[in-house]
């Protein structure tokens, strides 16, 4: 064979390219990607179950689209991974804005890079969801080089059309009216509930177990005070916990028959006596009814003067510790329902919306105002007392067997700077009062039930804007938030298997205020009542006409 025979040529390159390969194989380093690489890159602020392989879900509030606000955090501590130095972290996908999600980490330390807004859009012009997905990857300077991969899928659902469930809860077999209390007394008449100390929950800023019970912070996910003593409120993630002594006092003027007359719902009042007296905690807001004093901060200076539900002047913890109180300006109204097996279906869902729906209240009339720019700017859309928060009670299944309750409570909540109270704290029975700093002056309605609470803000008339200021939390402002059953607890048909003075039925609220003021203008907010059983009160007298109002 001659030299420069073509196949000898080839024969020597393939031996060459073989050649080649074994040695590049023998020195090669191969990317490490196990449990020991899990802690280089993740996601943070989305629940754990999610973080890596899951989907987050979100409700498009306007605009065909939904953001979510997402961060990637670097070398955290999870065992057995250990740090690396890392090259820089990226964020890969086809959503706008997850470029925003790429920083360089600083050695081997653990960090997180900025929070960004990351939008995905609906399809079908706004029909349907629409999803993306967002891969993060971190890889180590060192050999064997570590990799570490997680995935989170995005999916945007268009809003709901905000129609109210048809129950479909009918009686199944014989249906009996139980009494409240078991004292032969019969049904109608008044009774207390008294809030009292319950276990303790996850709060709307846990990133797992939200609203399930816990013992540490650590059961919710980390975080700092998620882990909060039942009974509380919060309000732009903010826990406000109540403090003992929250009365509920209603009456029931006549017992509801069982079927077919009825369905042994009653209906129930709660007193409010002169509802055009100036309010008696607030003297800061002026003593003249119905003309706050210029210059307080007061939308208004009239509450009940006998109200059925008080609840003690409580601790915001907040800027050095404020005062934060809720009076009634006028009567409350709802149901007992005391059917057994139960047939009633109280579970009750808001929906706000921060566009004026105009002097009828209804989003698609003539008289709607034009739209303002979705901002809390002096012109803007949160900075009004205007909008519409549409309320539905059912969902329609029959609520659990027990004695379900249904309250709402119209208040006025007060939060201020007290000059008398010790920073940190608030001296229990402190009024605002003339000279003192409100921070913010609310309307909201409470509505405590058993069977389960919803709120959420939403497009409900198309004109992209659905809210314009804090929201429920930082990372889902729109919510939805449910507080289902549990921890929505009824009463048992026998209160006696309750513990002496504990927990015998705890009430939840979902609701949504638009403030019309900072810092917080429109918000979302969730209570929990953990309540001993009812006891009956010398029978009082008490009327309640429901007057229809807007935004709710």
């Known amino acids: 064979m001659r030299r420069n025979d073509p196949r000898l040529w080839s024969t020597s390159l393939q031996l060459s390219v073989v050649t080649l390969a074994l040695m590049t194989g023998l020195s090669r380093s191969y990317a490490l990607t196990d449990a020991t690489t899990e802690c280089l890159v993740g996601f943070t602020g989305v629940p754990d179950g999610v973080k890596n392989g899951g989907t987050l879900e979100g409700v498009s509030s306007g605009g065909g689209s939904c953001t979510f606000n997402l961060q990637l955090c670097a070398n955290q501590t999870v065992s057995p991974c250990v740090a690396s130095q890392l090259r820089r972290v990226k964020a890969i996908g086809k959503c706008r804005g997850t470029s925003s999600l790429k920083f360089l980490p600083s050695g081997d330390s653990a960090a997180c890079g900025p929070t960004g807004a990351v939008t995905v859009k609906l399809k079908k012009k706004g029909k349907k969801a629409g999803k993306c997905k967002i891969v993060a990857m971190a890889a180590s300077t060192d050999k064997p080089k570590k990799v570490d991969k997680d995935i989170l899928t995005l999916v945007c659902n268009p809003p709901a059309v905000q129609t109210c469930a048809t129950t479909t809860c009918t009686p199944s077999g014989n249906v009996t009216c139980e ?100 309010c008696a905690g607030l003297p800061g807001c002026g003593t003249t009814p119905g003309q706050p004093t210029p210059g307080s901060g007061c939308i208004r200076n009239q509450c009940c003067d006998a109200p059925g539900f008080t609840i003690p002047t409580f601790l915001v913890p907040l800027l050095g510790g404020l005062c934060s109180r809720l009076d009634m300006y006028r009567c409350g109204f709802g149901v007992v329902n005391s059917s057994n097996p139960q047939i009633g279906d109280n579970e009750v869902t808001k929906t706000g919306d921060t566009s004026d729906p105009g002097p009828d209240c209804q989003y698609g009339t003539p008289d709607d105002p034009p739209a303002k720019p979705c901002n809390t700017s002096d012109s803007g859309a949160g900075h009004d007392l205007k909008g519409k928060v549409a309320r539905c009670v059912g969902n329609g ?140 009160l010398p029978t009082q007298t008490c009327t309640c006409t429901q007057v229809p109002g807007c935004p709710e």
């Open 397 to 536: 299944s029959c609520d659990g067997n027990g004695i379900q309750y249904r309250v709402a409570v119209p208040s006025l909540s007060s939060t201020w700077s007290d000059l008398q109270s010790p920073q940190g704290t608030c001296i229990q029975g402190s009024t605002f009062d003339p000279g003192e700093l409100l921070i913010t002056q609310l309307v909201l309605n409470a509505e405590f039930t058993t069977a389960g609470a919803t709120g959420s803000f939403q497009d409900l008339n198309g004109d992209g804007c659905a809210r314009a200021g804090a929201g429920f939390t930082n990372f889902a402002k729109d919510g939805p938030f449910t507080l289902g059953s549990p921890p929505a607890t009824p009463q048992p048909y026998d209160a006696s298997t309750c513990p002496p003075g504990g927990v015998c039925s705890t009430a939840v609220s979902s609701g949504i205020a638009l403030s019309g003021g900072g810092p917080l203008f429109d918000l979302g907010f969730i209570a929990v009542l953990t309540n001993a059983a009812m006891t009956r």
């Open 179 to 278: 009494p409240l209390v078991s004292d032969g007394k019969g049904i109608a008449g008044t009774y207390q509930l008294l809030a009292v100390p319950g276990p303790k929950l996850c709060q709307s800023n846990a990133t797992q177990n939200r609203f399930g019970r816990c013992n540490t912070d650590a059961d919710c996910g980390g975080g700092q005070d998620n882990c909060s003593i039942t009974p509380f409120a919060t309000a732009d993630g903010v826990v406000l916990p109540f403090p003992q002594g929250i009365k509920t006092v209603f009456t029931i003027a006549a017992e509801d028959p069982a079927p077919p007359a009825g369905r042994c719902e009653h209906a129930v009042c709660l007193n409010c006596g002169n509802q055009g007296a100036a």
